[in-house]
């Protein structure tokens, strides 16, 4: 465990030096960040603008939802998706033999070879969201909210780590695979609105198939104090399970795979 620490260590220095040398840009991508996270608002402002609730959440309520959408949207951004792309590219050239010689696990290498570090700023955003939501609602989370809330948000980044990985697997069947990361992504922008705003299909779609409501809507309800123990259960039985599928569908996937030299 020691070893794989002391590996991402270097990958994300490596990451931080790199992006270092390029401080104008950093800068740059920092302030769309912050101005993209606050046109993300702007929805809630409009609806709400007309009503004082939505399928049950106030106006306070869904900025939760939205403060999670952004951090977890810096996650996919910043630690996942920088990564993850570039597997299609070596799939695709048959380079990925430089990885699969590496003494290390061929997912984890792949997982933690590049970050973006200055997707960052979206942590800090976040806490602005809910640092006003909180204001707008009246009362602060509860240590208990807290905590589970923490628990939420780590099976949150899982569930999105795996989903991503069943993702990018697709890439040693297929010869492309842009179109379905492009609509990963477009379906995630799903996530910054509350489950129960969906109805009929599109809430089975976003529950069950695609688990939106556990990445973002739990992890809010969670913080309110209103989070079943039952959808509780049900969001780490989804976790753990996506996680097992994804890592199986991973190694699968990587026996097909067949290089440049092959």
Do not use: C
Not at 117 to 133: D, G, H, L, M
Request: hydrophobic share 55%; no cysteine.
């Amino acid at each position: 465990m020691s070893r794989y620490v002391r590996l991402l260590y270097h990958q994300l220095r490596a990451s931080v030096l790199l992006s270092a040398q390029y401080r104008a840009d950093f800068l740059i991508d920092a302030a769309i960040e912050v101005l993209w996270a606050g046109l993300a608002v702007v929805p809630l402002l409009i609806v709400f603008g007309q009503r004082s609730d939505v399928a049950g959440w106030t106006f306070g309520e869904a900025l939760l939802v939205t403060g999670f959408f952004t951090l977890l949207q810096g996650v996919l951004e910043g630690a996942i998706n920088p990564s993850l792309t570039a597997v299609v590219e070596h799939v695709r050239k048959g380079t990925l033999d430089f990885v699969l010689l590496k003494p290390a696990d061929a997912q984890f290498l792949v997982s933690t070879a590049r970050f973006s570090p200055w997707r960052a700023i979206n942590v800090v955003t976040a806490a602005v969201i809910f640092s006003f939501a909180f204001r707008h609602i009246g009362a602060p989370p509860t240590a208990g909210g807290l905590l589970l809330a923490a628990a939420s948000l780590l099976a949150a980044v899982t569930i999105l780590y795996s989903l991503w990985i069943l993702t990018v697997s697709a890439s040693f069947y297929v010869v492309k695979v842009d179109n379905l990361t492009y609509l990963f992504s477009s379906i995630f922008d799903a996530a910054r609105w509350p489950a129960s705003v969906f109805r009929g299909g599109l809430r089975v779609l976003f529950t069950v198939v695609i688990p939106l409501a556990a990445m973002t809507t739990y992890p809010a309800e969670a913080l309110l104090g209103r989070l079943s123990w039952q959808n509780a259960a049900i969001a780490m039985g989804m976790t753990v399970g996506l996680a097992v599928v994804s890592r199986l569908v991973w190694v699968r996937s990587l026996s097909r795979y067949t290089s440049a030299g092959g």
